[in-house]
């Protein structure tokens, strides 16, 4: 099993909370953009808007779907996901998280409200 890919599991250095968050992201699912292949389609649903991202490759994706940071699709790199702390599981993007990204025209990550879907689409982006 590729190392990128093996389930996590509590470690002792960690504290119980972040340990359980980290096996939480395991049971409520995501994806690893590394997983992906170039051109993949995500359709991610947050509790306040639903984006659409095209993953380019090394964390390069074009994303969509919020009215003020991406109403046109708009070249970002994806940073991953986190638990609504500063702790982040890098290239992941996981139900129960918040995506992180950075976007070209803002010093600050952007970081979405809680995702509680995500799609991959069959066909590929045109």
Excluded at 37 to 66: C, D, F, M, W
Excluded at 96 to 109: A, D, T
Aim: proline share 9%.
């Amino acid at each position: 099993m590729d190392s990128r890919t093996r389930p996590s599991f509590p470690h002792p250095n960690l504290s119980d909370r972040v340990n359980h968050n980290i096996v939480q992201s395991e049971i409520e699912g995501g994806v690893y953009l590394w997983d992906l292949p170039h051109k993949s389609t995500l359709e991610v649903e947050t509790q306040n808007r639903s984006y659409t991202i095209v993953h380019y490759g090394k964390g390069e994706a074009l994303i969509s779907g919020h009215p003020e940071f991406c109403p046109e699709p708009v070249l970002v790199k994806i940073e991953g996901s986190n638990w609504g702390g500063s702790m982040l599981k890098p290239s992941f993007v996981g139900r129960g998280m918040h995506l992180e990204f950075r976007h070209p025209n803002y010093e600050q990550p952007i970081i979405t409200s809680r995702i509680v879907e995500i799609r991959q689409r069959l066909y590929p982006a045109a």
